[in-house]
Nanobody, 122 residues
Framework: QVQLVESGGGLVQAGGSVRLSCAAS??????MGWFRQAPGKEREFVVA????????YYVDSVKGRFTISRDNAKNTVYLRMNKLKPEDTAVYYC?????????????????WGQGTQVTVSS
């Protein structure tokens, strides 16, 4: 059974940092990504990483602040978020795709975690 389990969310002040983790079990995936959903908004793509970790895809709003990485030996993907802003407040979801390449649409991901809340106070 495929399972993605996120951890690491919480409350942080603007300018602070948080690291999210996502542990995958059940199978090996290709691209892994993070999405987020703020209240009243649609789920949006944040960042993704290729299977070997050599290529990362970022939405413009987080470039230079967020870093995605993965440890395939642990089947875990990480999201380091620095210089956080109140507009980064959302539930963050880990997602796994069977496909390679630049995957930014939720429909391209086969498995999802339960989500972890990140709240950035001003």
């Amino acid at each position: 059974q495929v399972q993605l389990v996120e951890s690491g969310g919480g409350l942080v002040q603007a300018g602070g940092s948080v690291r999210l983790s996502c542990a995958a079990s059940g199978r090996t995936f290709n691209v892994m990504g993070w999405f987020r959903q703020a209240p009243g908004k649609e789920r949006e793509f944040v960042v993704a990483i290729s299977q070997l970790g050599s290529i990362q895809y970022y939405v413009d709003s987080v470039k230079g602040r967020f870093t995605i990485s993965r440890d395939n030996a642990k089947n875990t993907v990480y999201l380091r978020m620095n210089k956080l802003k109140p507009e980064d407040t959302a539930v963050y979801y880990c997602a796994a795709s069977a496909f390679g390449g630049d995957r930014r649409r939720p429909s391209e991901y086969a498995a999802w975690g339960q989500g972890t809340q990140v709240t950035v106070s001003s």
